[in-house]
DNA sequence: TGTACATCAGTGAACGCGCGTTCACTGATGTAC
DNA sequence: TGTACATCAGTGAACGCGCGTTCACTGATGTAC
């Protein structure tokens, strides 16, 4: 019992936290086989060649563990995306913001296909018995935003400097109560200096992205013999457009 | 066993049907409250007083009776859809294809808001154990999307008349391969005569909605503190203007 | 360097539960003469 | 109008299974003197 939350150096330590990325490998692997909800602690402890009751001295509970992954696959998810906006800032063209949203949005879709499991994870409902933890969770999903935030701020800013001296992301104005809403947003998690518009464009593009992955990985395009990479490219130079 | 496919007229056979639908009627009730798959035949037979093994003469097993909920689903979506698209064809001035298709769009957030549970059912990924029939899920899912189509091309033929005599639904034109993708989808459909264009778009805008209706029946949009009404207003607009 | 002790990973049995599904059956309901 | 029979809804017991979790335990590992 009590799952041991000490965290040292000593050899033990090592060990522990090897055991619990076992744990959580073998969990995902069942995560990816079996269907959205074949998380079993019997069948993980199985495949590491223990029997159940020992995965708790590694977790507190199957519902931690699961918490775990998906704070997890936020990580990975805002890992790879910063990766790919490094990478293209180094490359590219300095100015060329459309181009590094571009690989923003193919890493995103990337990401997702590599591993549908984990993607469903993040954004399906929460499991059943399980409202616990929402904070971390929320937390947990920011980085991911803030890099996409601030590829579509850059990109908003080129587009301004290109026409006129204002301020982009525009379309049409958002109205006060909306950008009030995403003001907030921005105080809670530290994007004080993202202009609303900048905030609502993004979101716009997030759930863009998110209906395309989402109908890709459940095979909708497959079923209808289309190939979605192209509803990608549009998807990056609509919005391009429309700030 | 053998669960009874005749279908009859007598006293009997309305019996039976009423017996089915109120077992449809408990199952959604069961998804509504429970967790994503909390969807248990004893757990249905008891709500409606009856002892599991009761429900075999009225659903083949637990799958037949999901993709039934599923298809049914559809069909649901399909018809308030559908109303919408008629209601505001009366209502709003001839020519305004932008306001009904407005229209369409409230009513989908709508039936998503007010069934998330099976507006999941609708788009997950099909639960373990469930290839079956996918032809028949296939074909349950397009009227919903003619709908959309028949929308969607109204507007870009308005959009087309209002500026030039071209066809409309322009935007970056449609590469040869996805365009062919796009034609044998409607061909095999019978949408013969969508264009191209005015599919993929229609696609972009359903993967768009999809994405904000899935982000706002998981939550993430309230646990932004945001109110997402704006964006689908926004979505209608970018959309019109991307024609 | 060696011994004594505390720590802790893992086991095996058990608890209580619920699941989908089959089977042989009973009793009521509708139908044919 | 009344009787005989076929149909079929529903029951209760059983099958075999897997689940998360607890508990008292054993044996190995690391640590302190």
Redesign the pocket.
């Known amino acids: ?1 009590a799952a ?1 939350t ?1 965290t040292g150096t ?3 330590d090592r ?2 936290a090897q ?1 619990r990325q076992e744990v959580k490998t073998a969990a995902l692997r069942q995560l990816a086989e079996g269907g959205p909800e074949a ?5 993980i ?1 199985k495949q590491l ?6 995965l ?3 977790f507190a ?3 931690s563990l699961l918490t775990e992954l998906v704070i997890d696959a936020y990580g990975d998810l805002a890992a790879e995306l910063a990766r790919t906006a490094e990478a293209s800032a180094a490359e590219a063209s300095e100015g060329d913001a459309a181009t590094r949203l571009r690989a923003l949005v193919l890493a995103y879709r990337a990401w997702a296909l590599a591993e549908p499991h984990r993607y469903r994870l993040l954004f399906r409902a929460p499991l059943p018995g399980y409202d616990a933890q929402s904070t971390r969770l929320v937390e947990a999903a920011q980085p991911a935003m803030t890099v996409l935030l601030a590829a579509v701020g850059a990109l908003a800013e080129s587009t301004a400097e290109a026409t006129d001296g204002t301020q982009g992301a525009g379309g049409a104005a958002v109205p006060e109560g909306t950008a009030a809403e995403f003001r907030a947003w921005g105080e809670r998690h530290g994007f004080e200096d993202v202009p609303e518009a900048v905030a609502a464009r993004s979101t716009m593009l997030w759930a863009q992205l998110h209906g395309l992955a989402g109908l890709e990985i459940e095979g909708n395009f497959a079923s209808m013999g289309v190939d979605p990479s192209f509803l990608y490219e549009t998807a990056v130079t609509d919005f391009a457009r429309s700030l």
Chains 1, 2 share one sequence.
């Open positions: 019992m041991a000490r000593g050899p033990r060990f522990r055991v998380l079993s602690l019997n069948a402890a060649g223990m029997t159940g009751p020992a708790y001295r590694y509970n199957r519902d």
